[in-house]
């Protein structure tokens, strides 16, 4: 089970690379791959990253621990998973 504290520290590791920063909406992101996946609010957050992974190769999931903030830039090659403190996924992943 993911603790706060363990989520946080994996938070703070990932190190992020846009792929295409000059894209700014989803419509830019178009590839040929899934780009939202509300089937997995409530999910095991590790189970959602390789489900998200799968059907998205191109993306790079990052966890984010309940009350934490995230960057306001828009990235094709990024999905945020924002998790409870139960290890669950809040909210519907999306590209972005």
Same mark, same amino acid.
């Given at each position: 089970?993911?603790?706060?504290?363990?989520?946080?520290?994996?938070?703070?590791?990932?190190?992020?690379?846009?792929?295409?920063?000059?894209? *700014?909406?989803?419509?830019?992101? @178009?590839?040929?791959?899934?780009?939202? &996946?509300?089937?997995?609010?409530?999910?095991?957050?590790?189970?959602?990253?390789?489900?998200?992974?799968?059907?998205?190769?191109?993306?790079? @999931?990052?966890?984010?621990?309940?009350?934490?903030?995230?960057?306001?830039?828009?990235?094709? *090659?990024?999905? &945020?998973?924002?998790?409870? *403190?139960?290890?669950?996924?809040?909210?519907?992943?999306? @590209?972005?």
């Amino acid at each position: 089970m993911l603790t706060s504290n363990k989520l946080l520290k994996i938070h703070k590791e990932m190190s992020f690379h846009c792929k295409n920063p000059e894209c *700014n909406e989803v419509k830019c992101c @178009v590839n040929g791959y899934k780009l939202v &996946w509300p089937y997995l609010e409530g999910v095991d957050a590790h189970q959602a990253k390789d489900l998200i992974e799968r059907d998205n190769p191109e993306v790079t @999931v990052e966890f984010v621990p309940r009350g934490k903030s995230i960057t306001k830039d828009f990235c094709c *090659n990024r999905v &945020w998973v924002f998790v409870d *403190n139960n290890g669950r996924v809040e909210g519907v992943p999306m @590209v972005g």
